[in-house]
């Protein structure tokens, strides 16, 4: 299909290296004994991946809330097929042909086909061919999954203030932000409808609040959103994104969890939901594993799924595990049909952070879901009595971008919860586990004593979780690499949450300048970490070198461990003649 395209905000990365200066590359002098110091910024590298093919065309659009009554459970024609190790891409080629199907794309993270059925038989028959074949390790099918807002609220006026928005001091949002009001270093991937690029309180390329995302209904590097199911319908995804880092005081609209602009929190649009014929608004579970790759490996650290469907899949539980074991936290909604979750994903995965609604009296949610899935409650509204006793965010409609409406639903509940989460790696609580651990032991506990089904270990408490210490802020310092060994010969400085830095006691000479999240505390850089190196900065003997910006980006699954000193490297005092 054709849709009539938004321009994607771009945001441009800090450059990778710089002197201090007038910026000109100097010859390199001899190195003088002594110590200096230097100062620059620190950012995240995020690019948009390049679009791929898709071979099936879709329609545009219409916006369906929920999953309409009798909807199907899964795509008609396709699935997912994961063969064991060992066969090559042709052998599988032709097992494939033999079944009776043809593969259409790979989630190679995974490292599943996603295939299409050439026979007309019925996904089950099918799915049960493969799991008769030895060389295949699981078969299953391509699930849909459906948005986690209830249905659409009345309009209110475009002119709201952050005292209508009730639900961030139910979570102490105000005495959180007196410790930190989010960081330029964390990306928070929202997978959702898109985003309206023209709003003014999110959206605007001035406002540095978007990092490059991507599109994986129409597979291309615009996740702008034009409508599900039309353009009439207000937008899910920016909804969702305000409620995590709306640009906040800066006189306009409302506040996000994290204060988002530039210097501070980032979201990563992810588009997968679009129109599908006869169901509405939907994703399918191969969209959601690459939405998740794409965030994992584009240097997200949290990333906001509220929506859900029933139907376990093998290939989106790895997924997430993926990117769980790169260090991303996950949070998606428990789901609206006050029933219980056990069936219903993401949420009820391993690693990844259920989240159910409460409401304005701090109560559970008439509509919100209940059960193992669920580890933690947040605000998600009522809207039922009274339309201000919704959660309050930003919103629009691509002729009308600049809308400000209430909605409710686990939805907008979770990125409470993620939006708490960015605010907590902010000041150095990394890692998912130890994330997922701060939020539930500093949690309010609603129901009964310690963790029920209704709120999972509690509403979440932002004062309370930010007052914990965080062990493992970005630090940046200057050394020298060898191999797999950092000497350092600085100091290792926190990094201010607006990215800037001032190294001191730098030994003189051509040295490197690294930046460092050590993600799991072990002291070593590796797998889920943020590292960055700006090498050929020249140090000068009581002087600071000024300019000098890092580029960090999250170390793969795989990489080689880089191990820095324990004790960093100072120069010898010169010896009295």
């Known amino acids: 299909m054709t849709l009539r395209h938004i321009a994607l905000i771009v945001l441009a990365t800090f450059v990778l290296a710089a002197c201090g200066g007038s910026g000109a590359a100097p010859p390199t002098p001899t190195p003088t004994p002594g110590v200096g110091a230097v100062s620059g910024t620190v950012s995240v590298s995020v690019s948009a991946a390049p679009a791929r093919a898709r071979t099936a065309a879709r329609q545009s659009s219409r916006k369906l809330w929920q999953a309409p009554p009798g909807a199907p459970l899964f795509v008609a024609d396709q699935l997912l097929v994961k063969i064991r190790p060992g066969m090559s891409p042709a052998a599988a080629a032709d097992l494939h042909r033999q079944l009776g199907t043809t593969e259409i794309r790979h989630l190679r993270r995974v490292d599943v086909a996603v295939l299409r059925i050439t026979t007309g038989e019925p996904v089950p028959a099918v799915i049960a061919r493969y799991r008769a074949n030895?060389?295949?390790?699981?078969?299953?099918?391509?699930?849909?999954?459906?948005?986690?807002?209830?249905?659409r609220p009345n309009l209110v006026p475009n002119d709201p203030r952050y005292s209508d928005q009730w639900h961030y001091t139910t979570i102490s949002l105000p005495a959180a932000w007196d410790v930190t009001t989010g960081s330029a270093l964390v990306v928070v991937a929202v997978i959702d409808t898109g985003m309206l690029f023209s709003h003014v309180d999110i959206g605007l390329s001035i406002l540095g609040v978007v990092v490059p995302g991507y599109d994986f209904y129409d597979d291309d590097t615009n996740p702008a959103d034009p409508g599900c199911e039309s353009p009439s319908d207000l937008s899910h995804g920016t909804h969702v994104a305000g409620t995590i880092a709306a640009a906040t005081n800066n006189g306009v609209g409302v506040a996000g969890v994290?204060?988002?602009?530039?210097?501070?929190?980032?979201?990563?649009?992810?588009?997968?939901?679009?129109?599908?014929?006869?169901?509405?608004?939907?994703?399918?579970?191969?969209?959601?594993?690459?939405a998740i790759e794409y965030a994992a490996d584009h240097s997200a650290r949290v990333i906001n799924?509220?929506?859900?469907?029933?139907?376990?899949?093998?290939?989106?539980?790895?997924?997430?595990?993926?990117?769980?074991?790169?260090?991303?936290?996950?949070?998606?909604?428990?789901?609206?049909?006050?029933?219980?979750?056990?069936t219903f994903y993401p949420a009820n995965y391993a690693n990844v952070v259920g989240v159910s609604a409460t409401n304005i009296a701090d109560g559970k949610a008439w509509y919100s879901n209940f059960g193992a899935c669920v580890d933690l409650s947040a605000p998600g509204g009522d809207t039922t009595s009274d339309v201000t006793e919704g959660?309050?965010?930003?919103?629009?409609?691509?002729?009308?971008p600049s809308q400000y409406q209430y909605f409710q639903g686990t939805s907008m509940a979770t990125p409470h919860a993620a939006g708490l989460a960015a605010l907590l790696i902010s000041k150095g609580v990394t890692g998912p586990a130890s994330i997922q651990n701060v939020m539930q032991t500093t949690a309010d506990d609603l129901g009964p004593a310690g963790y029920d089904t209704t709120f999972g270990w509690g509403r979440i408490d932002a004062a309370a979780a930010v007052g914990v210490p965080g062990p493992n802020p970005m630090r940046a310092f200057s050394g020298v690499l060898s191999g797999t060994t950092i000497t350092v010969q600085s100091d290792m400085v926190t990094v201010a949450t607006n990215g800037t830095y001032l190294v001191t006691n730098a030994v003189a000479g051509v040295k490197s300048v690294f930046a460092w999240q050590d993600a799991n505390g072990n002291g070593v850089i590796d797998a889920g970490d943020l590292y960055g190196e700006t090498p050929g900065v020249i140090i000068t003997t009581g002087?600071?070198?000024?300019?000098?910006?890092v580029s960090v980006t999250e170390r793969p699954v795989g990489s080689v461990p880089i191990t820095p000193s324990a004790t960093p490297a100072r120069p010898t005092r010169p010896t009295r003649p």
């Open 134 to 151: 030895p060389a295949v390790e699981y078969a299953e099918p391509n699930f849909y999954r459906f948005l986690a807002a209830a249905p």
């Open 258 to 290: 994290n204060w988002g602009g530039a210097g501070r929190t980032k979201i990563m649009p992810i588009r997968i939901f679009g129109f599908y014929p006869s169901i509405g608004c939907t994703a399918t579970t191969a969209d959601v594993i690459d």
């Open 305 to 342: 799924m509220s929506f859900g469907g029933g139907g376990f899949s093998a290939s989106e539980q790895a997924a997430v595990d993926y990117a769980y074991n790169t260090g991303v936290i996950l949070f998606a909604a428990a789901g609206n049909s006050n029933t219980n979750c056990s």
């Open 391 to 400: 959660v309050l965010s930003t919103t629009g409609i691509p002729a009308l």
């Open 543 to 549: 002087m600071t070198t000024t300019g000098v910006a």
